[in-house]
């Protein structure tokens, strides 16, 4: 990944801390998220291979991944200006684009949380599998749906990552904001 110096001199400290929440977003996305998907992969692989051949001894010792990481982004910069008023002394657009900034934080802080329930109901089946000598095909085929489902809020989370490294370089930059993000589900 690549980090570049703004494209415009940095005039306040709300740039300068936008500039910095881009550069953050932009490695969150290239490094964090990609491996997470990458893990969550492997073990949909093994989880496969125990389903296809449940009585093979290898394919029963198989290792799964699940790790919870946590972000996060501070918006507390945005809720005291809400609460304070102090939007009603900047122009409507600036106003509109801190707007859509923040909404994009806060979307990918609710796929964060999806995320972080996906990995506790995924934790509760493996506290099925401490109790049982092997992986039963209905632990196999519950496994299999979590982390289906785990991977399909990660990819959401992805999106919203993009979403937010966008809106921020597009704000710096001077140009529209995006309106259209896609990531394409495996």
């Not at 005291?80 to 939007?87: P, S, V």
């Amino acid at each position: 990944m690549d980090v570049h110096p703004p494209h415009k001199p940095i005039t306040n400290i709300s740039e300068f801390f936008l500039h910095l929440f881009t550069i953050t977003i932009g490695l969150l996305i290239a490094v964090g998220i990609h491996q997470e998907q990458a893990a969550i992969e492997k073990d949909l692989n093994a989880l496969k291979r125990i389903q296809a051949n449940p009585d093979d001894k290898q394919a029963q010792d198989a290792s799964l991944n699940a790790q919870f990481r946590v972000v996060g982004l501070d918006g507390m910069a945005w809720k005291t200006a809400q609460a304070t008023e102090a939007l009603t002394y900047m122009p409507y657009e600036k106003a509109r684009q801190y707007a859509d900034i923040y909404s994009a934080q806060d979307e990918f802080t609710a796929a964060e949380e999806k995320q972080l329930e996906d990995e506790a109901a995924f934790m509760g089946v493996v506290q099925k599998l401490d109790k049982l000598p092997k992986l039963t095909p209905e632990l196999t085929e519950e496994a299999l749906e979590r982390f289906g489902i785990w991977k399909a809020h990660l990819t959401w989370m992805s999106v919203m990552a993009k979403r937010c490294d966008l809106t921020y370089k597009a704000f710096l930059e001077g140009k529209p904001f995006p309106t259209s993000i896609h990531e394409d589900l495996k």
